[in-house]
Every structure is written in C-alpha cells, then in structure tokens.
C-alpha cells in the first residue's frame, strides 16, 4: 500500500532526526567533559553553564515530552486502524 509506504518513510526520517539529535547531545556531552577538565574551579563559568543548562534542558524536556504524547496518540491512532 503506499500510504504504508508513505508512513515507514515518514519513520524513517524521524529515526534519522532523532540520530541527529543524540549525536548533538554527544557533542554537547563531549563539551562539557572538556570545559570540566580544563575549567575545573572557574565560578564564573560555573555559573554560566548553570545558566546554559536550565535554560537548554528545560527547552529540550518540554519538547520531548511534547513528541512522546504525539508518538502516543499517534501509536493509538495506528492500533484502533489495526483494529
């Protein structure tokens, strides 16, 4: 059927975007293990990645969660179609 092939592309494409997104957290991870290496008594820059972080974390959780429910509902929708 091609709406089922139309659906596992639109899977497909959110798996790639959800490989994005946890190779930037890698990158961010990989950041902050330097910062802390290099500036391990700085309380400036202490103070600043505090900042960062609530500002970033708070941003991503909501977003995250937001997709979970949609996943849900969507996952929902799939399995009353399958009857």
């Known amino acids: ?6 659906l596992l592309s639109e899977l497909a494409y959110l798996g790639r975007s959800i490989e994005y997104l946890e190779n930037i957290l890698k990158d961010v991870e990989a950041i902050a293990e330097r910062l802390g290496r290099r500036h391990h008594d700085n309380p400036l820059l202490e103070g600043m990645i505090e ?4 500002q970033w974390s708070a941003s991503m959780k909501h977003q995250l969660d937001a997709s979970a429910r949609v996943a849900e509902a969507w996952r929902t929708q799939m399995e009353n179609l399958e009857g």
């Open 1 to 6: 059927m091609r709406s089922v092939q139309n």
């Open 51 to 54: 900042g960062e972080t609530r």
